[in-house]
């Protein structure tokens, strides 16, 4: 099948890329359907968009690319709503907000985007952890956080 993206053009995918949230995403509840695709020429970022609207997507990186001793506890009511058997099931994703200045950009290591691989069913949770930013810098003093 064919999306064609206003951003990011013509993108190819098959049934079973397809990602479902049940409950959409905060700020986004009426979505339900996205696909997540590699940016060519960049391992590290991911694009996360919406097969309910051609003109949303998110940026998405693994939260272990900015902080490797990243943890969350996924509730029993997260494990129940996807699924989810056992830890090698599931994959973590957050959203990068870009900015012009690459010091700038960020990743909101506090609500993690849960997607469990066997079935395709997603959810984005909010994390009590306090150690955990909303905006948290990717790139620091020049240096690669990923």
């Given at each position: 099948?064919?999306?064609?993206?206003?951003?990011?053009?013509?993108?190819?995918?098959?049934?079973?890329?397809?990602?479902?949230?049940?409950?959409?995403?905060?700020?986004?509840?009426?979505?339900?359907?996205?696909?997540?695709?590699?940016?060519?020429?960049?391992?590290?970022?991911?694009?996360?968009?919406?097969?309910?609207?051609?003109?949303?997507?998110?940026?998405?990186?693994?939260?272990?690319?900015?902080?490797?001793?990243?943890?969350?506890?996924?509730?029993?009511?997260?494990?129940?709503?996807?699924?989810?058997?056992?830890?090698?099931?599931?994959?973590?994703?957050?959203?990068?907000?870009?900015?012009?200045?690459?010091?700038?950009?960020?990743?909101?290591?506090?609500?993690?985007?849960?997607?469990?691989?066997?079935?395709?069913?997603?959810?984005?949770?909010?994390?009590?952890?306090?150690?955990?930013?909303?905006?948290?810098?990717?790139?620091?003093?020049?240096?690669?956080c990923l």
């Amino acid at each position: 099948m064919e999306l064609i993206s206003k951003v990011h053009g013509k993108i190819q995918y098959s049934d079973t890329e397809i990602v479902t949230f049940k409950k959409g995403l905060p700020g986004f509840e009426n979505l339900k359907r996205f696909i997540i695709k590699d940016i060519e020429g960049n391992p590290i970022f991911k694009i996360m968009h919406s097969l309910d609207r051609a003109d949303i997507a998110f940026v998405i990186v693994s939260p272990f690319n900015c902080d490797e001793k990243y943890q969350i506890n996924l509730s029993n009511e997260v494990l129940k709503n996807l699924n989810i058997i056992k830890p090698t099931d599931v994959m973590l994703y957050t959203i990068v907000t870009l900015h012009s200045d690459y010091k700038k950009i960020t990743s909101n290591l506090r609500a993690p985007i849960v997607v469990n691989i066997k079935n395709n069913l997603g959810e984005q949770i909010i994390s009590n952890n306090d150690e955990y930013l909303v905006k948290h810098l990717i790139f620091k003093e020049e240096v690669e956080c990923l």
